[in-house]
């Protein structure tokens, strides 16, 4: 009932129930009420190609309505978007560039959204290939073994992380165990998001 009173309360000042402060042992009852406006959200300002980088007075309008909402807010502009998926892989870099752009507008909202969410990227690597899974942020090494097959979570031994900077940097897995940055970790690990991971389990 407390909870209820606490959500009436913003609604009735014409808020959404995200806005109620909720103590953080009630969080998980809280959203066990299953009402609309607690749900996450992630508010998308699409301006005009000169603000892209910056926003303009409307999208600041945006992102102030967001944060009094306790919601995310992100800034991106459609039309370079569009220009982006239609140039080759080579030629992405040089355009951004010629914009003052770091990166994509839709890697930032892909960004913004697992935040939202709660998600977080671990990477298997092979010679073959390399895949992206997703995991709820705070899972351990068990969990993220699951994610790939029940039988890794169950039969569980350990997994071999390397951070993501530190892969790219040394050049992969040879590289990061000769610098001493790969890493066995139990059952306890969090995982990180970025880590690239190798799991040891028993069939």
């Not at 009402?35 to 102030?64: C, I, M, Q």
Request: charged letters at 25%.
């Amino acid at each position: 009932m407390a909870l209820m009173d606490a959500a009436l309360a913003v609604l009735n000042a014409g808020k959404p129930a995200r806005t109620a402060e909720i103590p953080a042992t009630e969080e998980k009852a809280f959203r066990a009420l299953n009402l609309l406006t607690a749900k996450p959200v992630l508010y998308v300002a699409n301006v005009e190609e000169a603000s892209a980088g910056t926003g303009n007075a409307l999208s600041a309008r945006v992102e102030a309505m967001a944060k009094a909402e306790h919601a995310g807010c992100v800034v991106i502009s459609a039309a370079i978007e569009a220009e982006i998926a239609q140039l080759p892989d080579g030629e992405q870099r040089d355009f951004l560039d010629s914009l003052g752009l770091e990166e994509p507008g839709l890697d930032r909202l892909i960004r913004a959204g697992y935040a939202l969410l709660g998600l977080v990227t671990f990477f298997t690597v092979g010679p073959k290939e390399a895949r992206a899974w997703t995991v709820t942020d705070g899972a351990k090494a068990p969990q993220a073994a699951g994610a790939i097959h029940t039988d890794f979570e169950r039969g569980f031994i350990r997994a071999q992380t390397i951070r993501f900077d530190d892969f790219v940097a040394l050049a992969g897995e040879a590289g990061a165990k000769e610098a001493g940055k790969a890493r066995d970790e139990g059952k306890d690990y969090v995982v990180q998001d970025g880590d690239v991971m190798l799991f040891k389990f028993n069939v």
